[in-house]
């Protein structure tokens, strides 16, 4: 059964949640660039999105590698 340290250094532990943190704000920056990224694309014509080379089923895919470059 593993016991939990609790008089583990602070140091090790600020970093950690330094990092969990900037992972948080990483991802809440992504979520946001998707979002904004499929309201620009869904506010554009059919004619647009044509000249862009995007179909109206292709928005949150391109928003999503847009985001996350998946």
Do not use: C
């Not at 809440?28 to 309201?39: D, E, G, I, K, P």
């Not at 999105?49 to 847009?66: K, P, T, W």
């Amino acid at each position: 059964m593993a016991v939990l340290d609790l008089n583990h250094g602070t140091a090790g532990n600020q970093a950690g949640f330094a990092v969990l943190m900037g992972k948080i704000r990483t991802h809440f920056a992504r979520r946001a660039l998707y979002r904004q990224t499929v309201r620009e694309l869904n506010d554009l014509n059919g004619r647009e999105l044509a000249d862009l080379g995007i179909s109206r089923s292709m928005i949150r895919r391109v928003a999503l590698e847009a985001a996350w470059g998946k």
